[in-house]
Nanobody, 117 residues
Framework: QVQLAESGGGLVQAGGSLRLSCVAS????????MGWYRQVSGKQRELVAQ????????TYGDSVKGRFTISRDNAKNTMYLQMNSLKPEDTAVYYC??????????WGQGIQVTVSS
């Protein structure tokens, strides 16, 4: 079982920045992938960014490319999402996700990000 805890959300003006953190209860070196998703009420959850552990490769949703950066600190078992040039359409609940080598998927409780215009 993997427990994930997000922090760093809140209210920010358009053009501003926020950094989300996700702390895992296990060594993130043991996880095959970690990522951030977001969901707006009434819409499907969408991928924001993902890191594939064995490859070290990253993937970003089209709407955030060039503005958001995903990273991780293995020593702290923590994944980050640096969000710059935020737009009102980035407003959503952001979820941390982790997948283990058996492809079991785990989710954090979610954290609200609100961008005012």
């Amino acid at each position: 079982q993997v427990q994930l805890a997000e922090s760093g959300g809140g209210l920010v003006q358009a053009g501003g920045s926020l950094r989300l953190s996700c702390v895992a209860s296990v060594s993130i070196n043991s996880l095959s992938a970690m990522g951030w998703y977001r969901q707006v009420s009434g819409k499907q959850r969408e991928l924001v960014a993902q890191i594939i552990s064995y490859a070290g490769s990253t993937t970003y949703g089209d709407s955030v490319k060039g503005r958001f950066t995903i990273s991780r600190d293995n020593a702290k078992n923590t994944m980050y999402l640096q969000m710059n040039s935020l737009k009102p359409e980035d407003t959503a609940v952001y979820y941390c996700n982790a997948k283990n080598v058996l492809f079991n998927s785990y989710w954090g409780q979610g954290i609200q990000v609100t961008v005012s215009s």
